[in-house]
């Protein structure tokens, strides 16, 4: 069994940064699975917005987030983090960890989409104010 648990969230005014940090437990070895961020505003669908793969060694940003958000990990503590800078009040969202064992991030079709991803964490809320 895979646990993951996200954290770090909170409320940040515009053009602020926050770190967030994906905890893997259990039988989970980080470079066994693609991590992806995900966030889910009110009324909006989940939204891919990043994935790191260890094992291949690759990484993927939608458009929304390049340049402010960036993905790394740390194999030793089990942990993935996205570092978010430049907040807008748009990034406000609950924002969710997962992991996917057959995906690799170079997937451009399919590294959005929750459907490929076998584990969630139970989210952490942003909020951006103005």
């Known amino acids: 069994e895979v646990q993951l648990q996200a954290s770090g969230g909170g409320l940040v005014q515009a053009g602020g940064s926050l770190r967030l940090s994906c905890v893997g437990s259990?039988?989970?070895?980080?470079?066994?699975?693609?991590i992806g961020w995900f966030r889910q505003a009110p009324g909006k669908e989940r939204e891919g917005l990043s994935c790191i793969s260890e094992s291949f060694g690759e990484t993927w940003y939608t458009d929304s987030v390049k340049g402010r958000f960036t993905i790394s990990s740390d194999n030793a503590k089990r942990t993935v983090y996205l570092q978010m800078n430049g907040l807008k009040p748009e990034d406000t969202a609950v924002y969710y960890c997962a992991a996917s064992w057959s995906l690799s991030c170079g997937n451009r079709e399919m590294v959005g989409r929750t459907t490929v991803y076998d584990y969630w964490g139970q989210g952490t809320q942003v909020t951006v104010s103005s």
């Open positions: 259990g039988l989970f070895q980080l470079d066994d699975y693609a």
